[in-house]
């Protein structure tokens, strides 16, 4: 089963408006992390938010991590048609060196 | 730099054959890492390295084997390809094990297997 699911599996917004996705673990973390991928792309790293943070701020984005529920919401701000994408979260499990990835939210942003 | 590296980009190969992934990062990384990614499935852990000479098992290892003789190299074989293997391959790179450190991607080799 997987440790971190996306919450929605894909998000249509307008440009400017807020985008906000949720991911929930099953097992204590040492971090999370927020990864995007462009279509065909790689991923690429956003943001990471350890476990005794509660909330994290990068640019346009903000984390929030609440290890009570063991969930984390990504919110990207002021959404732009180039943040069109796929956006991963993936838990760093306590005491290991693996990365868990989840299975992604598709975000698409219309200009 | 160039970052992680990948090739091929694209490949077909039929039910039986065997082939070689390619990775390479010119970060002088220590901890690097294969991970395959099917829809709805989101990327899942094959093998990994934490240094020349030392490879592990990840979520998904059947069917594959790794070696790491170099830093800068961490290739991905496939002994006796399936149709199951159909997939999206991914190699990451970081700077130690420590999650911490920001992993890096390369651009992806997609597989397809007949």
């Known amino acids: 089963s997987q440790q971190g699911e996306e919450d929605p599996q894909a998000l249509s917004i307008q440009e400017g408006e807020n985008a906000t996705m949720n991911c929930s673990y099953k097992?204590?973390?040492?971090?999370l992390q927020w990864y995007r991928q462009n279509s065909g792309r790689g991923l690429v790293h956003l943001i990471l938010i350890r476990s005794n943070e509660r909330e994290k701020h990068s640019g346009r984005l903000r984390v929030t991590l609440d290890t009570s529920k063991k969930s984390s919401s990504l919110l990207i701000t002021a959404s732009r048609a180039a943040d069109t994408a796929s956006y991963f979260c993936?838990?760093?499990?306590?005491?290991?060196?693996?990365?868990?990835f989840g299975t992604g939210t598709r975000l698409q942003v219309f200009p | 730099n160039a970052g992680v590296t990948q090739t091929p980009k694209f490949q077909v190969l039929k039910t039986g054959q065997s082939m070689t992934l390619q990775c390479a990062q010119d970060?002088?990384?220590?901890?690097m890492s294969w991970y395959r990614q099917d829809p709805g499935m989101g990327l899942r852990l094959i093998h990994y390295?934490?240094?020349?000479?030392?490879?592990d098992q990840g979520e998904v290892p059947n069917g594959y084997n790794v070696s790491r003789s170099t830093t800068e190299d961490f290739p991905l074989r496939l002994l006796s390809a399936a149709p199951s293997q159909t997939s999206v391959y991914f190699c990451?790179?970081?700077?130690?094990?420590?999650?911490?450190?920001?992993?890096?991607f390369g651009p992806g080799t997609r597989l397809t297997v007949l």
């Open positions: 390295s934490v240094g020349a000479g030392i490879t």
């Open positions: 993936a838990t760093s499990l306590y005491n290991t060196d693996k990365l868990i």
């Open positions: 970060m002088n990384h220590e901890y």
């Open positions: 097992t204590s973390i040492n971090n």
């Open positions: 990451a790179s970081r700077q130690g094990r420590s999650t911490y450190n920001e992993q890096f």
